[in-house]
């Protein structure tokens, strides 16, 4: 038998194939000469096999074959063997197949070996993939050698360390001895591993947290020793003393010093003296620097610390180094919340960071744009965020669009300008607009009652231009259909009014519904607004011809609605008046707020609550039982459609009063209060007065209902268990509400 | 960290050293996905990008695109740093690295890899060091296997020694790929391959210069 070809050969040969498939053809056949050769355990020649075999791992082609082998060499007494057979572990095996698990006992024994390297090489090992089994086996020598005088391996068995927490934390208590004396050692090695592994134990647990707090004196004298010390050739990087370490340690003071005022104050000054003092020519200065920021920001560090902290990344906005403007507008993302105004004073950078030809950055900086908005500046940024939002790749439009409208809501300085914002938007970025901004648009539209007759004719001179983005025009035909009659009659004060007849405007609503452009959304849109300008335009024959045109529609949802008006032409032309009439004011709603109402506009006042008395069960004299359903989608439409639901009498009887009241809470909106007032008309006392409140399970995300209770006495009532037995149900459980008044007494 | 990756302009990889446990398949897809989109980034575009929850890291070397996958806490410019140490230790260790170094010894990278690195984090921030114990390891595979040969009474001498040809010396010395002739000093132990026992104990292991 040959002996097999050499690593540096075979790698030569392959390298030499033209097309893939000779390259495939050259590796089987080698690895079926290397499948033999393992067959006949051959143990020369084993160690040169397997390097080739993960030579063609890494070129992709399957190697499981070559695993036990590795295990073979690491058993092996030959350096040599070793140092491929880890190698070969590392990159064959993981700790999904049960083979690894022979590798431990190997590794416990060159854990002890006489020789560092090989010790070295099972750290390593055990470092980069051990499962949580050979950790749990493991942990014990690893601490041992954690404890050793020898700084090669006490350096590797820190970062081993670190691995063995990562996989079974349980076993973090038993390093913490072995971690005494750690931060005295001289060699920056076990140093930097040490800082890692306090770092790591600082971050999963609360009690190490607090044990190593007292470590931060030792901390700020050793980074001190780094800053003052002159130059140290084996560690300097670019004039900058192990810059590694004190990125390092930095962090560290980050972990200890955050929510902790006495240590955050015993490292100010050497936080300050780092910031000021690091040479930030190179990328290693601006590393250090960074870090800095970063954990100045963190603790609680004393304010004139922080606008330090911003004024450095103020500056790094500034540099030329790409890196470093996109690393500041991370880290001023993170502070905007907290340091807004000292933020705002670098926002005209910012604003010039969105023209960056990075797309990185670009997103960074329309981020951070849209967080430093407020009523000041609105104006101005609004105008930087347009022309983005007009230039921008496709993948920021969306985002970019639904930042605007947020912003335009909450700053906007009047309702034109908000109206000509949104207009702004819908015609440069219609199609990227999201979904869900048509049914807010429209309510922030039905909003602005000034402003319809101008909205709507802005909105309908758009509509002539382009009718391809279908936001743009479902808002359009809403509005058309809502206020038709004003643009008809040119009734608009803002601007010039335009000479528009009903026919025309019919005209495009119709080729709205026969365009290719337009979505099966975007035709019922203007199906119904071609319906709603029946009561608002004269020309009815024409609507009701196309309406029933419609009526045979392929479109389900189409036909349907056509069939509906039609429905409504003929047998109920006395409601549609009423039922089409102009929308009222919505109050701002909940998620699936309005577009239940624009969809379905005939409803403007659903079955909120149909309340029945169910037959009561037994009767006994004294005893009534009233029920209130509430019905399964009461609670969606109490969010939605907060238009001021009167209040309802819901059992009055036996001098016993139950009143339902609803209104939104305050402060948050999304919680719908329904107040029942009980009152006692009798001259008696109502005793035992038990509330029990059910409700149809609703998906929680929608809403709560808190039912407050409230008593009105007329006469005295004797409170029970009323409140507490309350807010058990917001839980939102199946049952019956019972009011249930068990005697009158006379007193 | 939670690899490192080194793959080629052609998207060929050069080198994986993975931090965290994922099945083949995974690291297969990882590497397919993560090459497709650094070798679509422009070269004036910023080393930095967010790909799942992760952030990568990536710097090009010549032909060498060096990439790695750190997690949300950690600082990117240090990582940048770490990855240009990395280089700087290879080019120490072969002189004047060149991406043929890396994939005719590729184990040797790695070593140097995981004298540098161990479970994602830096094990050693001295340059020195570094080089100077995997010096010490080189001259140990040497010496330990000649050793043991020597006790095995191995005399005679198979012609082709399994550890020789797995050290950064065997190229071919009559047409190095490279298209330059490297001087490496352990071009002797060429020599010991066929002559066996004549193992010059002078002989320089190449990362020393």
Redesign the interface.
Known sequence: MP?PI???EL??TI?TARTQAEEREMIQKECAAIRSSFREEDN?????NV?KL??MH???YPAHFGQLECLKLIAS????DK??GY?GAM?LL???QDVHLLMTNCIKNDLNHS?Q?VQ?LA??TL???G?SEMCRDLAGEVEKLLKTSNS?LR??AA??A??VIRKVPELMEMFLPATKNLLSEKN??VL??SV?LLTEMCERSPDMLSHFRKLVPQLVRILKNLIMSGYSP??D?SGIS????Q?RIL?LLRILGRSDDDSSEAMNDILAQVATNTETSK??G??IL??TV?TIMDIKSESGLRVLAINILGRFLLNND??????ALTSLLKTVQTDHNAVQRHRSTIVDCLKD?????KRRAMELSFALVNGNNIRGMMKELLYFLDSCDPEFKADCASGVFLAAEKYAPSKRWHIDTIMRVLTTAGSYVRDDSVPNLIQLITNSVEMHAYTVQRLYKALLDDISQQPLVQVSSWCIGEYGDLLVSGQCEEEEPIQVTEDEVLDVLEGLLVSNLSTPVTRGYALTAIMKLSTRFSSVNRIKKVVSIYGSSIDVELQQRAVEYNALFKKYDHMRPALLERMPIMEKTATNGPTEIVQTNGETEPSVLDTKHPPPVTQPANQVRAGVIISKYAGLHLCNLYIGIPPMTAYNKNGLKIEFTFERANPNPNIAVITIHASNSTEADMTDFVFQAAVPKVSRHSLELILKCLIMKHSRFVQSKLCHSILKTLNLVESWVNMSECESRLT | MQFMLLFSRQGK????K??V???DKEK?KITRELVQTVLARKP???????WRDLKIVYKRYASLYFCCAIED?D????T???IH?YVELLDKYFGSVCELDI??N??KA??IL?EFL??G?????????VLK?IE??DL??EN??FQ?RLFAGNFGG?P?N??C??RSV???VNSP?QGQQKQHPSNINTDFEVTGLLFSLISQPSCLK
Request: positive net charge; charged residues 25%.
């Open positions: 002996a050499r690593l540096r790698i030569r390298r020369t020649y084993r160690c040169r390097a993960l030579y890494m070129l992709g007494q030959k350096f040599t140092r491929i190698l990159l993981d700790e999904r020789t390297y070295g750290l390593c470092g980069c993939m499962s090669y350096k590797k970062l081993c670190v691995h920056h090695g930097h591993t890692v084996e560690h990087v192990d810059p590694f370490l990125v962090r990328n290693v601006n590393a960074y870090e970063l790409k890196n470093i403007r996109y690393v030809l990075d797309v990185s950055i | 990889l050069r080198l994986q993975w931090y446990p994922l099945s297969k004036k575009m910023c080393s930095f990008l967010e806490q600082n990117e410019l240090i940048l740093e770490i140490r994939i005719f590729f184990e790695y070593f995981d161990l479970g984090e830096a094990q050693e921030t001295s340059k020195k060091n114990a010490q390891a140990l595979q330990i296997d043991m198979k082709n399994p550890c040809s797995i065997a190229l071919d790929p």
